[in-house]
């Protein structure tokens, strides 16, 4: 009988998938106390960046978006035009509306000027979202 176990924690859910194992057994137990949890996550994440790198990927993340976890990967199509999409692993507890159909999310980002950016996202149930980004630098 097959059975696997249940994974509350974001450090021992992103390590399962990237690595085969639990955070503890590839940190050890201690690094999974309190404020070391994002230590092990930057751990992961690094590992999760090598990897996707080698795909050729721009962009490979794993992100706390607000209260979710989120597994981010993404590529320029052009210089100015970036895709990413996204997989929300652990949602936030607060939110009841994550089901199948909303764990994904699509982002598409534009570059029209060079201080700004049009953004773009869909997130399924969750909605359809965009904006303007401006960023000026002296």
């Known amino acids: 009988r097959l ?3 249940q994974l509350s924690d974001p450090a021992d859910i992103v390590s399962v998938i990237a ?13 999974l106390t309190g404020a070391a949890t994002g230590v092990a996550l930057g751990q992961i994440t690094s590992i ?5 790198q080698s795909f050729g ?9 607000g209260s979710d976890l989120v597994i ?12 990413s999409l996204g997989y ?9 509306r994550v089901t199948d159909d909303t764990r994904f999310i699509a982002n598409l980002d534009y570059e029209l000027l060079e201080w700004l950016m049009a953004q773009g996202e869909y997130s399924g149930e969750r909605g359809v979202g965009g904006g303007l980004q401006y960023e000026f630098a002296w």
């Open 3 to 5: 059975s696997s176990p």
């Open 19 to 31: 690595t085969g194992q639990l955070a503890g057994d590839l940190f050890g137990s201690s690094a």
């Open 48 to 52: 999760v960046e090598g990897v996707g």
């Open 57 to 65: 990927l721009d962009l490979v993340e794993i992100d706390t978006d």
């Open 72 to 83: 981010r990967v993404g590529k320029y199509l052009t210089p100015a035009l970036f895709t």
């Open 88 to 96: 929300v692993v652990v949602p936030s507890a607060t939110d009841r």
